[in-house]
């Protein structure tokens, strides 16, 4: 079991930054590949962003050289900076895990607001 709690949004002018941190119980957290999904009112849920247990990143072609994920094993925690917002980006944001060998990722945390203003 893994559970997930998410900080870091907010409101932000178009432009500007936010960095969201999600910590991880368990003790297996480093075995556990990691994403960032959003979803804004109306529309699909979208993984963001993605990180393998062994730190491979990969992203949606409308954030790429914009956002970064990372993760520090050590603080069982995940991030996501994102830079260079835009109104579009706009969401819920959540993170999720994924065991190893599982094709879904079946923990969730919470979500946080990211409110992106033009």
């Known amino acids: 079991q893994v559970q997930l709690v998410e900080s870091g949004g907010g409101l932000v002018q178009a432009g500007g930054s936010l960095r969201l941190s999600c910590a991880a119980s368990g003790r297996t957290f480093r075995n556990y590949a990691m994403g960032w999904f959003r979803q804004a009112p109306g529309k699909e849920r979208e993984l963001v962003a993605s990180?393998?247990?062994?730190?491979?990143?990969s992203y949606i072609d409308s954030v790429k050289g914009r956002f970064t994920i990372s993760r520090d094993n050590a603080k069982n925690s995940v991030y996501l900076q994102m830079n260079s917002l835009k109104p579009e980006d706009t969401a819920e944001y959540y993170c999720?895990?994924?065991?190893?060998?599982?094709?879904?990722?079946?923990?969730r945390g919470q979500g946080t607001q990211v409110t992106v203003s033009a």
């Open positions: 990180i393998t247990s062994g730190g491979s990143p």
């Open positions: 999720a895990a994924r065991g190893p060998g599982r094709q879904t990722y079946d923990y």
